[in-house]
């Protein structure tokens, strides 16, 4: 029975350490986040986008609404795809655009580390190092002398 209670003191410890994983949490943030983001995006398309960019069309088609586009005698609702292929297109053009920004802080901060290790030592640290080696080497020498 002890080993039944260990087994699931194991489980629930194992899982509390997955909860508490940063992975997880990062996870739940950019889900939460993620939602409130394609909410922006979708006010973006209905109410900047479609108005000012498909007006036109959107007369010449007799709708005042993109989502009441329909294929005439049809159920068909093109109107709703397009929103929703817009909609995909801007959230994947800014994703585009936070991915390269990313990219682009990485390589400022490689290229910054990599200059910092090509960075000359000093001098006078050099210098030192070297009379420590060869007093050691004179201080082993002198020692086996007197050894003989």
């Known amino acids: ?19 508490l994983q940063g992975n997880v949490v990062d996870l739940a943030v950019a889900v939460v986040i993620g939602g409130a983001f394609g909410k922006i995006v979708t006010s973006l398309i209905d109410d900047i986008i479609t108005p000012a960019l498909l ?21 068909i609702k093109y109107g709703n795809f397009l929103s929703a292929v817009i909609s995909f297109l801007v959230i994947a053009f800014v994703i585009f655009l936070m ?28 210098a030192q190092e070297n009379l420590i080696n060869s007093l050691d080497r004179l201080t082993r020498a002198v020692e086996s002398q007197q050894n003989r």
């Open 55 to 75: 007006s036109p069309a959107l007369k010449a088609a007799g709708a005042e609404d993109l989502s009441k586009l329909t294929v005439p005698g049809t159920a």
């Open 99 to 126: 991915i390269r920004s990313i990219e682009a802080v990485k390589r400022k901060v490689a290229r910054k580390e990599a200059i910092v290790a090509e960075t000359p030592a000093d001098p006078a640290a050099i």
């Open 1 to 19: 029975m002890a080993n039944g209670s260990n087994r699931a003191r194991s489980f629930l410890d194992d899982f509390k350490d997955f909860i």
